[in-house]
């Protein structure tokens, strides 16, 4: 004959659902309900306080047709795209170097890997200095010998989203070197054997065994640095302020002005909308053909 | 790889040429640091009439204690002294909720699972990805409803609400890695869920908690976005009071106090990593993070 | 009344079926072994026995009692795993009273309780070591420990012997046998290994795809196999299958491409009705020997002339496998009888063991 379970034993066995119950709520309320929430105040007129008189796209025309977003944009892709080139190749190259049995590696490894751990707001301010034209490189190069010198892209409205690749590359660069070496340590050294015994030169066998066993760390860093891109936030405000004018201001920084201190919260809940956005525009391809490779193994 | 005791001169200058590169690249990435260091004791004459690079003639400490004591930020002029204060008052409870937290649903979902459990964790990491743009407005309405805005507490359950996803990560991946007959044996013994917790899963967890709590610090110090939206004038972190110290120039910058202040700012992760880093690479390597 | 009743017991993942309806009956005091290739189910039926996992159909009962959608705890059960799972921050005696500790025993029994077990199992050396400064044969006796010190009603061992090199095996194999013989206590053990079974069991329970084969002593499942899986299954080197037609009461015929072959049976023992019909033999290789004096006059015995392909010397005899018809058998034969490879040599069949197979139902004639 059963016995009827006793309410503790029922209890007990809820208990891992009421532990994960809290997280889950919040994570429902504060990550989903809150993007449709903003996803909703992006179709309406409010600007100071929320109001809930729906407009249809009209906040997303004026986002597309106002002219600083377009900067802000052409900015991120400007900069999106040569932070994640350079820190994908700065990071492979130094990879391979310190993977040569250097002496003094450990101690490398954490001079390259100290920028992460500073804040984007003192990066930012420290290559303010150092890109500063009348006291910073320009000033030591002329002061070398070589006064024609110029490096004056901080205030120039053309060059300066290459100052925020800089100080970016720099914070980030030993993160994806990090990455990319524990890549290659992971590398089945009985494969590479197998090859030097077969004769092939060391660059042969990078090239062709290791760099491509590598693919998946390109795609992780990839990701995460496609998703440091787009948040960047910090380091605007504190290398330029956005300027000069708001030639170097990225969409993060757009929102806020917008939001925060330009009391146009529908305009700048339009722009988070697009922000995630082109996040998912990375995220989900690469979430799909993970899950297609884990299917068809 | 085949080693030979002779090395060839080919072999010789290759070997400088790399270690040559590796010196040269770790100059570029101490540089900053270098130049902040020492314009931070020199007296502004001596940084605008003089070279960046060049070492201080009298190095003088004066424009740390005026970075810590009595430099303006904005309307007040107390140096950063008291927005370090406030951003250990932050960061401390935000650390310990968001780690105690990311633990228990980390063993929740390794080792307890159950239907929609590992949906919900798909969910949640999701929620590392988005920018957080999207949910400034929202939250913003939802501390102010609560009678939390602009205080201390909301930026810290800011900072918990959206530290969950990470330090879940770290410990569900980490849990996974145990072996599960350790719990079937705790059943069998007859311990139920808290128990097991406490007795048999946090003696494993060391080295875990090392990885997400140095991580959370660094997270959550470091961070500036959520500080300049949520917190008010009497709790700013030590982040926003930089930037509020180096943008308000009363005529003249001065770039010793700016660095000396920037400097302080940077000191407790820059420690963290000096002194802690490896512990976190080897939790790291105990499977932190091997991919969702 | 039955120390361990499994009724009907079905399991399902989603759709696929695990368990098919086992039903077994141990008294108290019986070693049962569950054997069985991978993935016959032996450890799901383990893990519902002890309440990790839950069952779609049927009942469990212990000692009477409906346990069936108990907790582990509430079952009275102890269980030895493959990897121990012993708790790696907890010293040995921590391990071996932490059961206790959680039902709430007084610390002195508890020592004393611990204290009689380590004297069991020799660990009194070891009570403040922890499992990582432990040999593989320790570690497997502080599991033991562990489950002893509850003094439950049923043990459970989950492949306890795996993860030990042979020689500990055989070792730790003899301890847990001497261990029974002395704590008089009900055990359910699941394993693979056949010498195990055979050498540790009451009884044998033979599972394959979820359906129980046969549930009998050992020498029972060896002697009289319920069906083709068994006999293939249990005996190391396996059992030989011969495909034959019955050609009268006490012949056997075996048809080859050249030629044919008569082998004697023992009167009656294959019912009548497949006189005419196809069966399959099942002979031991033990049962093929070198030509032996003492049974030479015997009815039951024959003396064939086989091809030698391989010879597999085993110390004490040695395996021969010889070309009968169209299959290889395996023969045990002396070592000093001459057997040169690629020649024909004299082989005694003894048929008095012999078994029959239907062809179709695989069972038992």
Known sequence: ?297 | MITHQKRSLSQIVMRLGLYSILAFMALIYLAPLFVMLINSLKDVEEIRTGSLLALPQNPSFAAWSKAWGSACTGSTCEGIAPFFLNSFKIVIPAVIISTLLGALNGYVIAMWRFKGSELFFALLLFGCFIPFQVVLLPMAMTLGWLGLASSASGLILVHVIYGLAFTTLFFRNYYVGLPRELISAAKIDGAGFFLIFWRIVLPLSPPIIVVTVIWQFTQVWNDFLFGVVFSGADNLPVTVALNNLVNTSFGGKEYNVDMAAALLAALPTILVYVFAGKYFVRGLSAGAVKGA | MAALTIENIKKSYGSTEVLKGIDIAIDKGEFLVLIGPSGCGKSTMMNSIAGLESVSEGRILIGGEDVTHANPKDRDIAMVFQSYALYPNMTVHGNISFGLEVRKMPKDQREIQVAKVAKLLQLEHLLERKPAQLSGGQRQRVAMGRAIAREPKIYLFDEPLSNLDAKLRVEMRAEIKKLHQRLGTTIVYVTHDQVEAMTLADRIAVMKEGILQQLASPQEIYDRPANLFVAGFMGSPPMNFIRATLTSEDHLTITTASDSLQLPLINGCISQQYIGKEVILGIRPEMITEPLEHKSDAAFTQVVSLKVLLKEAMGADTIVQAQFAETELRCRINPTYSAPLDQHCDFMFDMSKAVFFDPETELLI
């Open chain 1, 1 to 297: 004959m059963a016995t009827k379970r006793p309410l503790s034993d029922i209890l007990a066995d809820a208990m891992p659902k009421l532990v994960l119950a809290p997280s889950f709520l919040i994570v429902m309320v504060c990550i989903y309900g809150y993007i449709l929430w903003t996803f909703a105040l992006s179709f309406t007129k409010s600007r100071m306080l929320p109001q809930w008189k729906f407009v249809g796209v009209e906040q997303y025309t004026k986002l597309f047709n106002n002219d600083r977003w377009a900067v802000a944009s052409e900015n991120l892709i400007v900069f999106g795209g040569l932070f994640i080139l350079i820190c994908l190749a700065i990071g492979i190259f130094m990879a391979i170097l310190l993977d040569q049995k250097i002496r003094q590696e450990g101690f490398l490894r954490t001079i390259y890997l100290y920028p992460m751990a500073i804040s984007f707001i003192v990066t930012g301010t420290a290559w303010k200095w150092l890109l500063n034209p009348s006291i910073g490189l320009q000033k030591i190069v002329r002061d070398w010998g070589f006064p024609d010198f110029t490096f004056d892209w901080l205030v120039n409205s053309e060059m300066v989203v290459f100052c925020l690749v800089i100080a970016a590359v720099w914070q980030s660069s030993g993160f994806v070197m990090a990455l990319f070496l524990a890549g290659l340590r992971g590398v089945d050294q009985e494969i590479i054997k197998a090859a030097q015994l077969d004769g092939a030169a060391m660059s042969t066998i990078y090239r062709r065994i290791i760099l491509p066993s590598l693919k998946p760390v390109f795609f992780s860093a990839f990701v995460i640095l496609s998703h440091i891109a787009i948040k960047s936030f910090d380091l605007v405000t504190a290398l330029t302020g956005g300027g000069p004018g708001y030639s170097s201001d990225l969409p993060a920084n757009f929102m806020y002005a917008h939001a925060f201190t330009r009391s146009q919260m529908g305009l700048g809940a339009a722009s988070g909308i697009v922000m995630l956005g082109g996040v998912l525009a990375i995220l989900i391809p690469y979430l799909y053909s993970e899950l297609r490779q884990k299917k068809a193994r």
